[in-house]
């Protein structure tokens, strides 16, 4: 029976953003699944929207013996501590070791992970497992779309395949999708040819969204162009926050030949320069954003939603910045928004009870310049455990573990405060604390693409706002010091030249 080794370890790295990310993160997940090893790798992976459930699926599908190694992610944030790195690689690498013959290893992967002392976490991994296995053992990668790719990732990995779809509903399918390679890899035993092409501009993630153009059209071409020829092209548009050599969007295609790859990919590159004008788009300020969705909520018959885009716990962000949350207020504008990350204040609620009246200081933890706590006397309208499934088409049935949570009214706006972060995009990350989005005239989410599989069916209108945060809008407002030279550090923005010493 073929003998497969399987893992996972993924984190989306912010080099810019406050709290880096550690051990303990990987162990609770934050949106992604608890930390499991061995044989528990295969119980949890199962039926839910990340690449190593939809491998896992093919896998025994196809009959092939898994090895399970341990599986594990974090939130996005800044850096992934050394230790955190050095422990779960080891048990990774060590595993794969003492698997016994294998024909083959599949890791489940970012793609844009930086540690506090590797700028390349994933091409690091790659070399210690391929190093084990030695050069001749198929090894498979599944990435997220806004992977940093390097070249060292594409030369140690026999394939990196990554999701088409921003928010990121094909996770699981991507898992599938290497499954199909690899078992075309071990029925053929033949190598592919690479074609790795880094592209000469960063693009900002909320145009990177595949709804909409011209990344949409972008994707369709590229799965227009695979062949037998060429069994997989992909496009990772990049992650532009983490400040080093390879940050960017990049093509990597597989062929029969060099020809067929480099033909592949180079048609993908000259797509995606001919549309650098389009992957940009309006943004709004606070103030701005929230009266116009109060002007436009006035006849509409649906939520207006408004990205709250720089404080994305999806993007590195801590998830408790107050600049949405004072603008509403402000402009007293009945809402709800969500998720404002801040233990202290979900404890102070917990303990004052349903329908007291409590004094915070809530969020602006983080140190975000332009942002500081919230003090102010709110409701406490509902508590939370933290616990429920998020059963909309980005987490895919996740069991959500938020600690203690609760509703808080301040006017006519409800805040959702957590003990734990994750990206708000799911519709039930509203209702675990009794408010129905559905009926909300306006909603902030603390996402920027992500929330888009499941709000946009029952919006309006779509919003996109900057207040402060961790993940700019703008990426050329980034103080970059790392790049490598000649980037454009934003779609038709200035060119990248290193600081002087």
Known sequence: MTRIAVGGFLHETNTFAPTKATFADFQHGGGWPAMTQGAD???????????????????????WELVPIIACGASPSAHVTRDAFERIVKVM???????????????????????????????EILARVRRVIGPHVPLVTSLDLHANVTPEMVAHADALIAYR??????????GRACARHLALLLKTKQCLAKAFRQLPFLIPISWQCTNDQPTKSIYEKLAALE????????????????????????????????????????????????????????????????????????????????ADTQDNPGAGGDSDTTGMLRALVRNKASAATGVIYDPVSATAAHAAGVGATVALSLGGKSGIPGDEPYQETFVVEKLSDGRFIAPGPYYGGREMEMGPSACLRIGEVRVVVSSHKAQLADQAMYRYVGIEPTEQQILVNKSSVHFRADFEPIAAKLLICAAPGAMPADTASLPWTRLRPGIRIKPNGPVFIPPSR
């Open 165 to 174: 779809t921003y928010p990121h509903v094909d996770m699981a399918d991507t």
């Open 41 to 63: 790798v295969l119980k949890v992976m199962r039926r839910i929207n990340v690449g190593l459930a939809g491998f896992v699926e093919a896998a025994e599908t196809t009959g």
């Open 227 to 306: 062949s037998e020829a060429v069994p997989t092209l992909s496009f990772a548009p990049g992650f532009p926050a983490a400040d080093f050599r390879d940050c960017g969007p990049s093509v990597f295609a597989y062929g029969k030949t060099q020809g067929d790859a480099d033909r592949a990919a180079e048609a993908i590159v000259k797509l995606i320069e001919s549309h650098e004008d389009d992957f940009d788009g309006k943004i709004f300020l606070p103030d701005e954003g929230v009266r116009y969705a109060m002007e436009l909520a006035k006849c509409a018959s649906k939520p207006i939603i408004i």
């Open 93 to 123: 690498v060590d595993g794969i070791k003492a698997a016994g013959p294998l024909d083959a290893v599949y890791l489940d992967l970012h793609g844009a992970m930086v540690t506090e002392h590797l700028d390349d976490g994933e091409g």
